[in-house]
């Protein structure tokens, strides 16, 4: 089997099989969406994740030796669209190290891989017998499998279990004929699932720097040898502005009195999956370039003289002198801290409290506590960096399912030595879509479901595709609007926008909150508004007083039309006292603006009673509203309703109220609703305001001088 569309885990899937060669490289990427911004002048940075797990791609070269396997994944291509496609990670392969029967749920595993999630592929070498598994844990020491249901087939020893990645190819492939039926083709699927899909490396305790350095006692180490160290220190920053004035020979210049970070490369070439795990953990767990550690140089920065402890003084280190303890030399913040690198690969921190020039040939290092024993001979000693990950790309490239090369760039944070940044919340961004009467509906743009227990904001949000960049905001609130962008799915509150099918104002309210702990307490409330517009491809505005600028000002007229809403405060009038029950009579046509409902008090109205009011049919999330435009009695007990839109969620014969309409008419507030104390215009004011004085047109005789 090479690649085929299959149904499991309730869904179709298109499963691809096509096995790597492995005379070429598989390449293994992972990346996290994360912001790194620099204050101005002060530059001292901002940095922000908005993810926790990493999204994962996978590129590979399969060759198909043979007619059958080169046709079936040409179908499969021609076949496969908006699928899902379903990779097994080969470099995680994991065999079974013992028979195994029908029914079994405990699979004892040779090896673990690297990243692994809740689903998984059982197969044979060829994979002529295969199938989905769904895994209820992973024993780490104990390498045992186990399942949440049993096998469906048998397998025999060596059998290959795959965590499965869930995505779409990044590029579409291109197969390359070689012969007339072997091929060549590059395929790169990227991981695009759901949250519950997602592939993570075994979780395991990762170290800190300890007590040896008080001030940075809880802050991650790095202490995974590398294969190699280059530096890369930033020579040139932005710390520097010149700019050129007039014809001078010379810029003028800015200059500001940074540090200049030191830059790290260290080279990995890891042989064994455990490495490997623990350096994607330890990425992940620093979310990429969000959260800083120390990690050494690994490079031999200082050369040690003499064994610690030296006698009689257990806090010194003996080096060879070198420019490091030169006087003259301007210090550097990460100059107090070292690190002693063991024969036997341990990363062993301190700080220093002193460094003095002891002969022309000897620098001690003085340390805040007593030095372990270290053998100069075998021993590195190297600098400290406090630091993070330069990119928030991760890449592994593999040789064989065992053998993975890496290089991993770091950037040191010379500003955060002496002041620690207040670390800043994982921010999820809650959106909440409110028809006005009807439902309430609540998502959120973070990769998983966000729970905020109690509080003005308390529910459950679920992942839908909603994001915004701006707020646009000045002193004119007119102008005041939010741009953002969705997709069309099932559920989404912007759908009812387009066949009209509102029956309230569209509110949305964005909120954001810590999404590692989100609570009401500690939310912010980004915008608050009314939903304004929306274009075929879901790009919506909403605006945050709705339609408060667009109504006539000032609010209270001299007119003789009625200032006041019918049933509004002012007129002291309940619409519950003007309701009239009816009943949809027969069957409801969702496509008609015609209703005809029944209702004996209905009946007893006159034409048009009910035009200008409205009905109101359904409960809940069936909530619908109308307004009427026309009426008339019609049959004996029947009235024929003329509506703004059709019903589109009523059923047959369901029940609803009518509410009669207002004309803005001193006579209608008194004959229909008996209100005319409370009519809120001036029925009798004069078509001509009586004191301003029309100007009369002058007459003028013809001639040239008609106007002197």
């Known amino acids: 089997m090479i690649a085929r569309i299959v149904t499991a885990l309730s869904g179709q899937y298109g499963l691809l099989a096509a096995p790597p060669n492995w005379d070429t490289e598989v390449k293994v990427t992972l990346d996290l969406p994360t912001d790194v911004s620099k204050e101005p002048i002060t530059f001292n940075e901002s940095r922000r994740n908005f993810a926790q797990s990493a999204r994962y791609t996978m590129t590979w070269k399969a060759y198909l030796a043979d007619a059958a396997s080169s046709t079936e994944l040409r179908t499969f291509l021609t076949r496969i669209r908006g699928d899902t496609v379903v990779v097994p990670m080969w470099p995680d392969a994991c065999e079974a190290a013992t028979t195994l029967r029908i029914g079994q749920t405990?699979?004892?595993?040779?090896?673990?891989?690297?990243?692994?999630?809740?689903?998984?592929?059982?197969?044979?070498?060829?994979?002529s017998t295969f199938e989905f598994v769904t895994v209820a844990s992973l024993g780490l020491p104990s390498k045992l499998l186990r399942l949440q249901i049993g096998l469906v087939n048998a397998?025999?020893?060596?059998?290959?279990?795959?965590?499965?990645?869930?995505?779409?190819?990044?590029?579409?492939?291109?197969?390359?004929?070689?012969?007339?039926?072997?091929?060549?083709?590059?395929?790169?699927?990227?991981?695009?699932?759901?949250?519950?899909?997602?592939?993570?490396?075994?979780?395991?305790?990762?170290?800190?720097?300890?007590?040896?350095?008080?001030?940075?006692?809880?802050?991650?180490?790095?202490?995974?040898?590398?294969?190699?160290?280059?530096?890369?220190?930033?020579?040139?920053?932005?710390?520097?502005?010149?700019?050129?004035?007039?014809?001078?020979?010379?810029?003028?210049?800015?200059?500001?009195?940074h540090r200049n970070p030191r830059g790290q490369e260290?080279?990995?070439?890891?042989?064994?999956?455990?490495?490997?795990?623990?350096?994607?953990?330890?990425?992940?767990?620093?979310?990429?370039?969000?959260?800083?550690?120390?990690?050494?140089?690994?490079?031999?920065?200082?050369?040690?003289?003499?064994?610690?402890?030296?006698?009689?003084?257990?806090?010194?280190?003996?080096?060879?002198?070198?420019?490091?303890?030169?006087?003259?030399?301007?210090?550097?913040?990460?100059?107090?801290?070292?690190?002693?690198?063991?024969?036997?690969?341990?990363?062993?921190?301190?700080?220093?409290?002193?460094?003095?020039?002891?002969?022309?040939?000897?620098?001690?290092?003085?340390?805040?506590?007593?030095?372990?024993?270290?053998?100069a001979s075998t021993t590195i000693v190297s600098h400290l960096m406090l630091a993070r990950f330069a990119d928030a790309t991760l890449e592994w490239t593999y040789t064989t399912p065992y053998l993975a090369t890496t290089r991993i760039k770091f950037h040191e944070l010379p500003h955060e030595y002496a002041n620690t940044p207040v670390a800043l919340p994982e921010p999820a961004y809650l959106f909440i879509f409110t028809e006005a009467g009807v439902r309430v509906d609540r998502y959120t743009s973070y990769e998983n479901t966000v729970v905020v227990s109690g509080g003005i904001y308390g529910g459950v949000y679920v992942p839908a595709p909603f994001s915004f960049d701006t707020v646009k905001t000045g002193i004119r609130l007119d102008q005041e609007k939010l741009d953002f962008k969705s997709f069309k799915f099932d559920g989404n509150p912007l759908n009812k926008m387009w066949p009209f099918a509102l029956d309230g104002i569209l509110t949305l309210e964005i909120v954001e909150v810590d999404a590692t702990a989100p609570s009401s307490a500690t939310a912010k409330s980004r915008f608050y508004g009314d939903v304004w517009s929306v274009?075929?491809?879901?790009?919506?505005?909403?605006?945050?007083?709705?339609?408060?600028?667009?109504?006539?000002?000032?609010?209270?007229?001299?007119?003789?039309?009625?200032?006041?809403?019918?049933?509004?405060?002012?007129?002291?009038?309940?619409?519950?006292?003007?309701?009239?029950?009816?009943?949809?009579?027969?069957?409801?046509?969702?496509?008609?603006?015609?209703?005809?409902?029944?209702?004996?008090?209905?009946?007893?109205?006159?034409?048009?009673?009910?035009?200008?009011?409205?009905?109101?049919?359904?409960?809940?999330?069936?909530?619908?509203?109308?307004?009427?435009?026309?009426?008339?009695?019609?049959?004996?007990?029947?009235?024929?309703?003329?509506?703004?839109?059709?019903?589109?969620?009523?059923?047959?014969?369901?029940?609803?109220?009518?509410?009669?309409?207002?004309?803005?008419?001193?006579?209608?507030?008194?004959?229909?609703?008996?209100?005319?104390?409370?009519?809120?215009?001036?029925?009798?004011?004069?078509?001509?305001?009586?004191g301003v004085k029309a100007v009369k047109a002058k007459n003028t005789s013809g001639g040239k001088k008609a106007g002197a």
């Open 155 to 257: 397998y025999p020893i060596g059998a290959l279990f795959y965590p499965l990645m869930f995505g779409k190819f990044k590029d579409r492939p291109k197969p390359e004929a070689i012969t007339d039926e072997c091929l060549e083709v590059e395929l790169s699927v990227q991981e695009n699932s759901a949250f519950a899909y997602r592939l993570s490396p075994p979780v395991i305790p990762l170290p800190v720097v300890g007590t040896t350095i008080p001030a940075f006692s809880t802050t991650r180490l790095w202490d995974i040898i590398p294969n190699h160290s280059t530096p890369t220190d930033w020579t040139e920053m932005p710390d520097v502005i010149y700019e050129h004035v007039g014809f001078l020979r010379s810029d003028q210049q800015r200059a500001y009195d």
């Open 535 to 690: 274009t075929s491809d879901y790009k919506a505005t909403a605006v945050p007083f709705g339609n408060l600028f667009d109504r006539k000002f000032p609010r209270f007229l001299l007119s003789v039309s009625d200032n006041y809403t019918q049933f509004s405060a002012p007129t002291k009038l309940a619409a519950s006292a003007f309701v009239i029950p009816a009943q949809i009579k027969g069957v409801v046509d969702h496509g008609s603006q015609t209703l005809l409902v029944t209702s004996a008090l209905g009946f007893a109205k006159a034409t048009d009673y009910f035009a200008g009011g409205w009905l109101e049919t359904g409960v809940g999330l069936t909530i619908e509203k109308r307004g009427i435009l026309h009426s008339a009695p019609s049959g004996t007990t029947d009235v024929t309703l003329t509506i703004d839109r059709p019903l589109i969620k009523a059923a047959n014969n369901q029940t609803l109220t009518m509410y009669p309409g207002y004309d803005g008419n001193i006579d209608t507030c008194e004959t229909k609703f008996n209100n005319r104390i409370n009519f809120g215009g001036h029925a009798y004011i004069p078509d001509v305001n009586p």
């Open 106 to 127: 405990v699979i004892n595993l040779v090896d673990l891989p690297v990243r692994y999630g809740s689903y998984w592929l059982a197969a044979t070498a060829d994979f």
């Open 266 to 375: 260290l080279e990995f070439y890891q042989n064994e999956r455990t490495s490997v795990a623990k350096i994607e953990l330890f990425w992940r767990d620093r979310r990429a370039t969000t959260l800083r550690f120390m990690v050494p140089t690994f490079r031999g920065d200082l050369r040690m003289m003499a064994n610690t402890p030296v006698p009689n003084l257990l806090n010194r280190i003996r080096c060879e002198r070198s420019y490091f303890s030169d006087p003259g030399r301007e210090a550097q913040p990460g100059d107090p801290f070292i690190c002693l690198i063991g024969h036997d690969d341990s990363v062993n921190p301190y700080q220093l409290q002193q460094v003095v020039n002891f002969d022309p040939n000897e620098t001690r290092l003085i340390c805040t506590q007593n030095v372990a024993a270290f053998t």
